[in-house]
Nanobody
Framework: QVQLVESGGGLVQAGGSLRLFCVAS????????MGWYRQAPGAQRELVATIMSGSTNYADSVKGRFTIARDNAKNMVFLQMNSLKPEDTAVYYC???????????????WGQGTQVTVSS
């Protein structure tokens, strides 16, 4: 009914840049907070950045390097990643709180993930 689909991951050298894209589709009534999380091998999933009503929040490890933005008209959220480091290597997941127009309550949705690999 509601899907989040990410794209834009890949392999990049340290110091390089990547831009991640996520689009929400389906029976969308409204979207609240949107964000990006990541999970490195053997580690827990962690917050990267969130955005809602123009207000943003970043993990300390990415502040000054990553920028989150969204296009509400297109139900999209982006993550611009600059000055990438090998420790940024992870699967990046799109996350959004969405109320389907088929439901009375919203809930959290996750994308399938996109791999980001930063070589040293």
């Amino acid at each position: 009914q509601v899907q989040l689909v990410e794209s834009g991951g890949g392999l990049v050298q340290a110091g390089g840049s990547l831009r991640l894209f996520c689009v929400a589709s389906g029976t969308i009534g409204s979207i609240g907070v949107m964000g990006w999380y990541r999970q490195a091998p053997g580690a827990q999933r962690e917050l990267v950045a969130t955005i809602m009503s123009g207000s943003t929040n970043y993990a300390d490890s990415v502040k000054g390097r990553f920028t989150i933005a969204r296009d509400n008209a297109k139900n999209m959220v982006f993550l611009q990643m600059n000055s990438l480091k090998p420790e940024d290597t992870a699967v990046y997941y799109c996350n959004a709180y969405i109320r389907s127009f088929l439901e009375t309550r919203g809930r959290e949705y996750w994308g399938q993930g996109t791999q980001v690999t930063v070589s040293s």
